[in-house]
């Protein structure tokens, strides 16, 4: 297995969220209302986000099981 490859199962979630945090704070036409987590608008915003890696980490355990058992 490439050695770069749990880094960047790290990496690419915490961009995206640092990402989403930075337009937040810096953006003027980003919703003010969705910055707090009793909003709804929040989770509007946490929803796309949160799917895709869970679908990575899921595909990746699935893999990191085909890989254990077929070694």
């Known amino acids: 297995m490439a050695p ?4 960047l199962s790290v ?4 961009l995206g969220l640092a990402g989403l ?3 937040a704070s ?11 987590a009793s909003s709804v608008c929040f989770y509007s915003l946490l929803l796309p986000v ?3 890696v ?3 980490f899921h ?3 699935w893999m990191g ?3 254990f058992r077929h070694n």
């Open 11 to 14: 990496l690419v979630p915490l």
């Open 65 to 67: 099981i085909k890989l």
């Open 54 to 56: 869970y679908i990575f």
């Open 26 to 36: 810096t953006d003027e036409s980003f919703p003010r209302g969705c910055t707090s």
């Open 50 to 52: 949160t799917i895709p």
């Open 59 to 61: 595909l990746w355990t």
């Open 4 to 7: 770069w490859l749990p880094a």
């Open 21 to 23: 945090l930075y337009s």
